[in-house]
């Protein structure tokens, strides 16, 4: 994993700077007594440094934490410590997912959907969530629109700056995926220190996503416009999907 590796370490001051995480984590606590899901078993696939699993995990009995990239769970570890969620920290690859167990909830948020660049792997992605969920759970998850990825992140390029951290974020897109080029400068004492991460994401239409899940016999309850309760337009970033099994 090549991404989310010194990026860790700054990764909540960066690109969801703006990302109310506990406001997520309430909406999806909400889906949860909407659809009379018990909190008893909850996976937070990607979960990151644990920006949102943190506040779910609280109403849960049982938590699994699963991400590709140990130095993000380095970061999320701390996170639960501190603030006294008890669960299980995995490095996995959530196309690989292999936990012998199920849960009455599964949540994959901020769009790492979106870095699994194959069908082949979205497909296997979606039947190891729904062959670890229970029968009756919910699976919520959102995608970065492909109206965002190839028009907003597009052939575009953004900046950061801030006391203590600058970076430059170029963008190439060219057959359906985003290729991030990041540059950081990151202070240390009296000098800053230069890293490099390359991120990629794929723009996947509503149909293709929605075509393989029905293949594997997902019933999808609702799609709106992020956490929202607003129904898609043409012009919609996020499309969060609200699965059941």
Known sequence: MESYKMMAKVYDELIYEDINYESIANYVLKVCEEFGIDKLNYLDLACGTGNVGVH?????????????????LIE????LR????????????????????TFNLITCVLDSTN??????DLKKYF???????KQ?????????????????????IFTYNSEDVFYVWENIFEDEIVEMDLNFFVK????????NEIHEERAYRENEIEEILKEIGFNILDKYDGY??????????????????
């Open 56 to 72: 779910i995990g609280k109403e849960f009995k049982d938590n699994y934490f699963v991400d590709l990239s140990s130095d993000m």
């Open 76 to 79: 999320a570890d701390k996170k």
């Open 82 to 101: 501190e603030n006294k969620v008890k669960g299980k920290i995995i490095c996995q690859d959530m196309c690989e997912l292999s936990l012998n167990r």
């Open 115 to 120: 870095y699994i660049l194959n069908k082949k």
């Open 127 to 133: 039947l190891g969530v729904y062959n670890h969920l």
């Open 136 to 156: 009756g759970g919910v699976f919520i998850f959102d995608i970065n629109s492909y109206y965002k990825i190839s028009e907003i992140l597009g052939n575009n």
């Open 188 to 195: 240390q004492g009296n000098a800053y220190e230069r890293f």
């Open 228 to 245: 929202t309760k607003n129904p898609l337009n043409n012009e919609s970033e996020r499309i969060l999907y609200i699965l059941k099994k």
